[in-house]
């Protein structure tokens, strides 16, 4: 069973930056591509980043590009998401995702591509 476990979420005020993390369980970590997921109330879940198995490819939202980064440190079964230049409308439960598959192509950016997830942290930015 696999498991992901997202941390870091919390009030920050416009501008700010916050560093999010996600610990996977199990041997297989290295074997994922991983992604980051939001949801605003309201709102459909959207594609933020997502980063190859060997992190040699990155994808980005348009929306978060040059604000946000995304890394992967494999011998600490950690995907991150650092997130700098926060809006408003960047507040939202973030998830974490893992895809079995271990590459990037152009179903990387939709969730049913995603076999597993984490609970989600909350992030709120404030004007």
């Known amino acids: 069973q696999v498991q992901l476990v997202e941390s870091g979420g919390g009030l920050v005020q416009a501008g700010g930056s916050l560093r999010l993390s996600c610990v996977v369980s199990g041997r297989t970590f290295g074997r994922y591509a991983m992604g980051w997921f939001r949801q605003a109330p309201g709102k459909e879940r959207e594609f933020v980043a997502a980063?190859?198995?060997?992190?040699?490819?990155?994808y980005y939202a348009d929306s978060v590009k040059g604000r946000f980064t995304i890394s992967r440190d494999n011998a600490k079964n950690t995907v991150y998401l650092r997130m700098n230049s926060l809006k408003r409308e960047d507040t939202a439960v973030y998830y974490c995702?893992?895809?079995?598959?271990?590459?990037?192509?152009?179903?990387?950016?939709?969730?049913?591509?995603?076999?597993?997830w984490g609970q989600g942290t909350q992030v709120t930015v404030s004007s």
């Open positions: 995702a893992a895809d079995p598959k271990g590459a990037l192509d152009s179903t990387s950016y939709y969730a049913t591509t995603y076999a597993y």
């Open positions: 980063i190859s198995r060997s992190a040699g490819t990155t």
